[in-house]
């Protein structure tokens, strides 16, 4: 049964494809090409997908030095046996191979190119995720990565350059932070939630320039940090430094030290991340449909937000075989539901 579900995700995930699509298990039982990450990449060729199985065994740190798409099963898949991907430090920049590459659906410690190379083009997306640091050779910027619907329980450091003139154009939409963004020049956030953990500084930014910040809430950190930047359509609360825009900023349409009135969070106390918590608006909220695209500020508006973190790929969520004995030359009928996500 097992060797017949992973058949059927393969035949659904290579017909989205158009490259080849590899397979990464290190969990017995679960039948894949290959047992490591490294393994699967030396045999990918770049621009092919590995797809790593669920596994209670984390699959460690590897190096990327071509584009290539990983995808994982989510970070809280919703499945009988919710087995997830776990992966350690990732390193993008020993070589200029890694441009391009995405990673969906996993959980990563550290996602690194402070090394030789600037990598640029990376998506991350749907992933629960500690550090990442973009940040390449210090002489070339890095540009154009794509962070949307993550949880972020650390810190994004996008160059280690506060003198940085380069625009990153970063695209960061739809994510849960818990720590602070550094250096970052010309980068937009859109429909992302900023919360403070009890031990986390009380700003959200160190050394942000000429961004645009538009439909965030801010629970608990303040948006300080940030200089001739745009600030529009956010939600401050319960924060040190709640008016925005504030010095050198502009803006308009804010909703300063307004209760966002999640569906459940806690009012006061260790606001780090838990998955029980829903940061969906409340009726009530004076962010509903208050958005610069007239959704919701928050996770919910702009491009929505995923508490499983699956691939948008479809979902296998039943798999039935309906005659348990099959006589010779007569067939195998089964029986298969499945969900479309987006």
Not at 117 to 123: A, G, R, V
Not at 203 to 219: G, L, P, R, S
Request: proline share 4%; glycine share 8%; charged share 10%.
């Amino acid at each position: 049964m097992k060797r017949i579900c992973l058949l059927s995700f393969l035949v659904i995930l290579t017909s989205l494809a158009y490259a080849k699509v590899l397979t990464v298990s290190n969990r017995a039982g679960t039948p894949a090409q290959y047992a490591t990450i490294t393994a699967a990449m030396t045999a990918a060729a770049a621009g092919d997908t590995i797809y790593i199985h669920g596994s209670e065994t984390e699959y460690g740190n590897f190096d990327v030095d071509k584009k290539l798409v990983f995808i994982g099963p989510g970070h809280n898949p919703q499945k009988q046996v919710a087995l997830k991907a776990t992966l350690g430090t990732i390193t993008l920049g020993k070589t200029a191979g890694a441009t391009g590459s995405s990673f969906i659906g996993l959980i990563i410690y550290h996602i690194n190119s402070a090394s030789s190379f600037t990598i640029n083009d990376i998506t991350i997306k749907r992933c629960y995720i500690t550090y990442i640091y973009s940040y390449g050779n210090n002489t070339t910027e890095p540009t154009n990565w794509v962070i949307e619907n993550n949880i972020i329980v650390s810190n994004l450091q996008i160059t280690n350059n506060a003198n940085n003139t380069t625009p990153n154009q970063f695209q960061i939409n739809n994510n849960i932070f818990t720590g602070i963004v550094y250096y970052a020049h010309t980068c937009f956030f859109n429909n992302n939630v900023f919360i403070a953990t009890v031990s986390s500084n009380t700003d959200a930014f160190y050394v942000v320039k000429n961004c645009t910040f538009q439909n965030n809430i801010f629970y608990g950190v303040s948006p300080e940090g940030a200089s001739n930047s745009t600030f529009n359509n956010n939600l401050t609360y319960s924060t040190t430094a709640n008016p925005i825009p504030y010095g050198t900023n502009f803006g308009t349409a804010n909703k300063v030290n307004a209760d966002p009135v999640f569906t459940n969070f806690p009012a006061a106390g260790d606001n780090t991340f838990k998955y029980e918590y829903d940061f969906h608006l409340q009726a009530s909220s004076p962010g509903k449909n208050a958005g610069t695209d007239g959704k919701d500020i928050g996770l919910y508006g702009g491009i929505g937000f995923s508490e499983s973190g699956e691939p948008a790929v479809p979902q296998i969520r039943e798999f039935v075989i309906k005659n348990s004995v099959i006589a010779p030359n007569s067939k195998l009928n089964i029986s298969i539901k499945a969900e479309a996500k987006n």
